[in-house]
């Protein structure tokens, strides 16, 4: 944690977006000549749990050097306000491309791939995600694919260690969570299964319905049936399948995941079909 004023050292510009825990503002950074960083603003005392603000920054630190999560760059303590410098990545959430762009399914694996890689280090370390939605997946105009946002994320006691906390966005949340039953890594695996779904669809499954009634549905009856599954791959299907998983144990784990016929490196999207998908949104 860095001491000071950061208004000193970070020029704010346009909002980014709306984080769980603060608002995200793109910014110049004038300790390194005026490159683009993102900066999270935490109004401290809005927060009902310090400690998972704390959470957050501690696990952005354990996370440095992963490829596919956005890397910490410094944190200032201000005035009341906890201000999170992070890695820019030009392009936007992948939100902002499921609204603007049509994916092929080599598009999809490739950006399934690299946020799998960054649960799979998250779950090393028995951190949960809890919140794997498109709005926290980046993708960079070089096509480079991050995960973003810890506001939710927890440490569970060891591998296989549960949680029972009812947390995340309603329409990516696993049935598990929603039922307030203890629950593994297997909820990022459901959600990660949602998100897919959503490169597919455009929306989450149950978006139309109030988030109430989206949670009695999801647990109830888990996921809706794919729409036109005829159009997807074999693969593309049971990858689908085994993400959403009713039975929580019957999920792989995201390192059992990522050798799945869906994500043989031949269905990958290349770099410049990533940065064509990012280059497509208006």
């Known amino acids: 944690m860095s001491t000071g004023d950061p208004t000193q050292r970070f020029r704010l510009h346009e909002k980014l977006g ?26 401290m005392g809005t927060q009902p749990r310090l400690d998972l603000v704390a959470n957050e920054l501690e696990l952005m630190r354990a996370l440095q050097g992963e490829e596919h999560v956005v890397r910490l760059v410094d944190a200032y303590l201000w005035e009341g306000e906890l201000w999170i410098a992070m890695e820019y990545v030009p392009g936007g959430s992948l939100t902002g491309v499921v609204e603007g762009a049509i994916f092929t399914e080599a598009q999809i694996a490739r950006v399934c791939r690299d946020t799998l890689l960054a649960l799979a280090a998250l779950h090393r370390r028995n951190i949960l995600h809890r919140d794997i939605k498109s709005d926290n997946v980046l993708i960079g105009r070089d096509g480079v694919v991050k995960l973003t946002d810890f506001g939710f994320a927890a440490v569970t006691a060891g591998a296989g260690g549960k949680r029972s906390t009812m947390v995340g ?26 998100m897919t779904l959503e490169m597919i669809d455009g929306e989450p499954p149950y978006l139309a319905e109030e988030p109430v009634k989206a949670l009695y549905l999801i647990a109830t009856l888990g996921s809706p049936a794919i729409k036109n599954p005829q159009d997807l791959s074999p693969a593309l299907r049971d990858f689908l399948r085994v993400c959403l998983q009713l039975q ?35």
């Not at 709306?18 to 109004?43: L, M, N, P």
């Not at 799945?260 to 064509?276: E, G, V, Y």
């Open 18 to 43: 709306q984080g769980a825990s603060g608002t995200v503002y793109r910014a110049e950074d004038g300790a390194q000549g005026g490159a683009v960083v993102a900066i999270k603003r935490i109004v």
């Open 248 to 282: 929580p144990e019957l999920r792989p784990s995201a390192q059992q995941l990522l050798h799945h016929p869906f994500l043989d490196d031949a269905r990958l999207a290349d770099p410049a079909a990533m940065r064509a998908l990012v280059a497509a949104v208006p």
């Open 169 to 194: 966005t309603p329409y990516w949340m696993a049935p598990e969570v929603v039922r307030r039953c203890p629950y593994t890594a297997a909820v990022d695996i459901w959600s990660l299964g949602i």
